[in-house]
C-alpha cells in the first residue's frame, strides 16, 4: 500500500469543519478519523478522502 | 444521526456507469453547451477559490484548477471522489452532502452547481449552504437543466399532429422526481418550476447577475440540431 497516496492534504483538513456541527474537527492520525467534539462524532477517513457523512460517522464513547 | 439512503437517488449504484460512458471532455451538453460559458463566468468572477457542490469525479474542478484556481470538489457519491483524486492527486476532493457543507462561513470565493441541483434532494438547505461557505461579494454559478425541459419527466419526446417531433412539458407546477434509465445508469432527477429555485435563491438575499439558456456552439450537426428543438439547459450567476 502506497501510505503517502493515502495521507490526507493538511490543507484540505485546516478548512474542514463538522457538517452537522459546524465545530472543529481534530485529525487522529493513529485512527484516522476527524473527531468533531461539539457532535460526538467521528468521522473516518479512507484512504485519504474524509468521509463527511453524518450516517457514516462513528458516536464517540464516553470519555473518547 | 440520520437514516438517509446513501443511493437515495441511484448514484452510488450507477457510478460505475457513469463513469464508463462519461470522456474527460464531457457530455455533448457539456463539452458543446455549457463548458466555455462555465469557465468564462468562473473566470470573469476573478475567485481565486471554488468549491465545487456535486464535483462527480472532478472535471470541471479539473478544468478550473488548470486556470489557476484553487478548487475543493465534494460529492456524496464516494466512488466519483476516489475516480476525482486519482485523476487529479493534488486536488482537494471529499465525500459530503450539499445539505451539509463541512466548511466554514465565508471560505469560498466562487460556489458552483454544474448540473447538480436537479439530483440535490434539499434545494433550500444546499443553497442556504452554498450562500453560507461564500464570503462576501462571492458568486454561486449555477448549470441547470431547464424546467421547461425537466417538466416533460418521461412523456420523451412525441410525434405531433404536424408529423414532427416534439418534447412537451409535463405538469410543469408539479415539482417531483423521477426516475431515468440510460447506458446503464439509472437516476433520479428532480423537476421543479424555475419560480422554486428562483425564490430558494431570492430568499439567501442573492442578486442575478447573469441569465442564460446557452445554444450549443459546435459539435455534430444532427446532436446540435435535436438540442436546438428544445431548451435543455440554463446558466445563472449569482452575488452574496
Redesign the interface.
Known amino acids: 500500500m502506497d501510505e503517502d497516496n493515502h495521507d490526507v492534504d493538511p490543507k484540505l483538513l485546516e478548512i474542514l469543519v463538522c457538517p452537522l456541527s459546524k465545530g472543529p474537527l481534530r485529525y487522529d492520525s493513529k485512527a484516522r478519523e476527524l473527531i468533531s467534539e461539539r457532535a460526538r462524532l467521528a468521522y473516518p477517513i479512507r484512504e485519504g478522502v474524509p468521509i463527511l457523512l453524518i450516517d457514516e460517522a462513528r458516536e464517540l464513547e464516553d470519555g473518547e | ?4 439512503d ?1 443511493d437515495e437517488n441511484g448514484w452510488l449504484s450507477s457510478s460505475q456507469a457513469w463513469l464508463d460512458r462519461m470522456p474527460d471532455t464531457g457530455d455533448f451538453a457539456r463539452e458543446f453547451i455549457l463548458d466555455s460559458l462555465m469557465v468564462q463566468r468562473a473566470l470573469g468572477s476573478r475567485a481565486a477559490t471554488m468549491l465545487d457542490v456535486g464535483c462527480g469525479e472532478g472535471r470541471f474542478c479539473r478544468m478550473m484548477a488548470r486556470h489557476g484556481v484553487q478548487t ?1 470538489g465534494i460529492d ?1 457519491v ?1 466512488p466519483f ?2 475516480q476525482a ?1 486519482s485523476r487529479d ?1 493534488d486536488g ?6 450539499a445539505e ?5 462561513d465565508g ?1 469560498f470565493e466562487l460556489v458552483v452547481f454544474y448540473l447538480s441541483l436537479m439530483d440535490i434532494e434539499d434545494i433550500h438547505l444546499a443553497i442556504r449552504e452554498a450562500v453560507r461557505v461564500l464570503g462576501p461579494g462571492g458568486t454561486l454559478l449555477i448549470a441547470n437543466l431547464t424546467s421547461f425541459f425537466t417538466s416533460n419527466g418521461t412523456i420523451g419526446w412525441i410525434t405531433g399532429e404536424d408529423g414532427r417531433r416534439h418534447h412537451p412539458l409535463g405538469r410543469y407546477l408539479e415539482e417531483r422526481a423521477d426516475w431515468f434509465e440510460w447506458d446503464g445508469v439509472r437516476i433520479r432527477n428532480w423537476h421543479r418550476p424555475l419560480g422554486t429555485y428562483m425564490s430558494a435563491l431570492l430568499a439567501e438575499g442573492l442578486r442575478l447577475t447573469f441569465f442564460d439558456e446557452p445554444a450549443p456552439v459546435g459539435g455534430p450537426t444532427d446532436r446540435v440540431e435535436r438540442y436546438a428543438e428544445t431548451p435543455f439547459t440554463m446558466l445563472m450567476e449569482w452575488v452574496k
Open positions: 444521526m440520520t437514516d438517509r446513501p475543493t456524496p464516494g471522489i476516489d483524486r492527486p482537494r476532493y471529499l465525500t459530503g452532502y451539509a457543507l463541512p466548511f466554514d471560505d
